[in-house]
């Protein structure tokens, strides 16, 4: 027997034999201490892969949500509405039956979430700022935001879900939306960021009217379900204890406090 044989049989010993009529594999303690360090090696190698993929989605996230609210900065119609989303969707996804959850990607409603508005970008700032009502063209006008947006992140590979739920978010059930898809011709993505919105933008501050208390705002959401939104996700949303919901708005006032005072140069 060659040297490398003769190693090679010190750590791998293997015997087959013959028990009424079935093959058996008797693997030697030393081989099977060997196997189980590769099996270890081969988790903890797998577990770094996770780990470090976790990381980075998690970092540019959160980098993604920093650029994001120093760009509605300032502005006291945006002034963090889609941080303020990405947090509600974020709570709803958590309270989804898994029937439901198992259709979407947090992934996806992430970054579909914190980039809702990008289109807003290609409209007009004293449009956006608008204290009173807006003129036909002018409403037109932000009626394309989202698709807009679509078109900012046309060639970010693997958006594709991210972009549909962005290009849907403002469709309705009774098919009045901005491209008049009707129940579930509306992915289940742009649904659940259609009644955070909804939520955010009665209970945020803004220029054109006052803010809605928990209670007042749930209400609307009752009402509007069925017709503009999913019932379905209207009741789960309103099922969410009011001090998770509204810790979502805490949380924006913290971060948007920070960035408008950096925006401001101070």
Not at 32 to 51: D, E, I, N
Not at 76 to 88: K, R, T
Request: net charge neutral; hydrophobic share 40%; charged share 25%.
């Amino acid at each position: 027997m060659s040297p490398r044989e003769q190693a090679r049989t010190r750590f791998v010993s293997v015997t087959i034999t013959r028990k009424e009529g079935e093959n058996m594999i008797l693997i030697s303690t030393r081989s099977f201490a060997f196997l189980m360090v590769l099996a270890l090696v081969g988790a903890l190698v797998g577990a770094c892969y996770v780990t470090k993929y976790f990381n980075e989605k998690i970092m540019s996230i959160k980098l993604l949500e920093i650029l994001v609210g120093i760009i509605e900065a300032g502005n006291h119609n945006l002034d963090g509405h889609s941080l303020h989303v990405h947090n509600l969707v974020m709570v709803m996804y958590m309270f989804l039956p898994y029937s439901l959850k198992i259709r979407v990607r947090q992934k996806d409603l992430h970054y579909a979430t914190l980039l809702l508005d990008i289109g807003k970008l290609g409209i007009p700032r004293e449009i956006l700022e608008r204290a009173g009502k807006l003129e036909g063209e002018e409403w037109e006008l932000i009626r394309k935001h989202p698709d807009i947006g679509v078109e900012i992140l046309e060639d970010i590979p693997g958006f594709s879900r991210v972009k549909e739920y962005i290009k849907y978010h403002h469709e309705r059930i009774d098919g009045k939306g901005y491209h008049q898809l009707t129940g579930d011709q509306i992915p289940l993505g742009a649904k659940m960021i259609a009644v955070a919105d909804a939520y955010s933008a009665m209970t945020m501050n803004r220029s054109y009217k006052a803010h809605l208390p928990y209670a007042e705002a749930t209400s609307e959401l009752r009402m509007a379900a069925g017709t503009q939104l999913d019932d379905e996700l209207v009741k789960i949303f309103c099922s969410i204890p009011m001090s998770k919901v509204d810790a979502c708005l805490e949380d924006v006032r913290m971060k948007m406090g920070k960035y408008n005072y950096e925006r401001k140069g101070n």
